[in-house]
């Protein structure tokens, strides 16, 4: 088993988030004893993008949508995450 190096004292957040991003937390913390847990109310951080579509396209997502009674941008978040998906485990 090798010997931890102790975790430095931090000033504030941005100097821990320095410190981390240039070192190896193995070094400093014995994963083994780590336990599982969970954060359900934990949602994934979201980005406002603009996104010009040709306003067929749009139309025809939203009757889609209207269709399956979910709102037209929860469809196309689907859909694109169901693309990216399927690219990426090519």
């Known amino acids: 088993m090798k010997t931890l190096k102790k975790i430095p004292h931090f000033k504030n957040e941005n100097e821990e988030i320095d410190f981390w991003a240039t070192h190896d937390g193995s070094d400093y913390i014995d994963f083994s004893k780590a ?21 067929p396209l749009l139309q025809k997502i939203k009757t889609i949508a209207n269709k399956k009674d979910v709102p037209y941008q929860s469809l196309i978040k689907l859909y694109l995450a169901e693309k990216v998906k399927e690219e990426t485990l090519r």
């Open 35 to 55: 336990s599982k847990f969970s954060l359900p109310g934990l949602r994934p951080t979201t980005k406002n993008i603009s996104i010009r579509l040709p306003e």
